[in-house]
């Protein structure tokens, strides 16, 4: 197994680093039991890359910053189910002033707005958690990623639900939809509209998250992997 110097390394973790925080990325500690080999396996094969970015961040108390935490941890739990990985990459707060408002979402317009002004990483999946989301969704993603860097969602957007696993399954939808996956009438599948559900992700469904071009594959993009053949 690759060591953990190395798998840092390979993250941009450089340097000394503590574990839970720079590597699993979690910034009010451990939400749950953590398993470093599993972790290594997971960002080891198949996985994404993604930004935590707090919108109103100084509105966000230590309870919804816990909550967050134990969201990514919900995700994990779901993508790790068909051994897909998430790596945690930025985490940047966008302050209520420089939010403007856009900390409370009322429609797709407003979100990508949002995703426009403040997106960190083209090749990493932005999540920007917002305060409100207006209407009965709490996630709103493009399906496949931005094909542009204008003119279309740039990031997923959840809202904080005060529920650790509603927000975990939001996140984890809205990453899905942003990897390639549609909507499903299967109430057991995670892709169902109603959130959370039975999570359940197929075997074509994860085949799909592991070619599309946001997924990596050990220490480098999937999509340049199999554009170069390989290594």
């Known amino acids: 197994m ?7 390394n390979c993250h941009d973790v ?6 839970v925080r720079d590597f699993f990325g979690y910034a009010t500690g451990a939400p749950q039991p953590l398993s470093l080999a599993r972790q290594l396996e997971l960002v080891g094969g198949y996985h994404t890359h993604v930004n935590i970015i707090r919108v109103g961040a100084d509105a966000f108390d230590a309870d919804d910053d816990a909550e967050i935490d134990a969201a990514i941890a919900v995700m994990r739990g779901l993508f ?17 002033d420089e939010a403007n408002g856009m900390e409370h979402v009322s429609n797709d317009s407003e979100a990508q707005a949002l995703t426009e002004e403040f997106d960190v ?4 999946v ?12 709490v996630v709103i993603a493009p399906v496949g990623g931005p094909v542009t860097r204008k003119g279309k969602l740039r990031g997923v ?35 169902f509209a109603t959130l959370p559900n039975g999570g359940n992700i197929t075997a074509h469904q994860a085949y799909l998250l592991k070619q599309n071009m946001f997924s990596w594959e050990g220490c480098g993009p999937h999509y340049w992997l199999r554009l170069s053949g390989g290594l």
């Open 2 to 8: 690759i060591s953990l110097r190395d798998t840092a």
């Open 14 to 19: 450089k340097g000394s680093f503590h574990v």
């Open 80 to 96: 790790g189910a068909i051994d897909f990985g998430v790596v945690i990459g930025v985490r940047r707060d966008v302050s209520l």
């Open 121 to 124: 990483s083209l090749m990493y």
């Open 126 to 137: 932005d999540i920007f958690v917002v305060r409100t989301m207006a209407g009965p969704s």
């Open 157 to 191: 957007v959840v809202a904080i639900e005060s529920s650790a696993t509603t927000t975990g399954f939001a996140m984890a939808r809205g990453v899905a939809n942003y990897l390639g996956l549609g909507p499903r009438e299967n109430s057991n599948n995670l892709m």
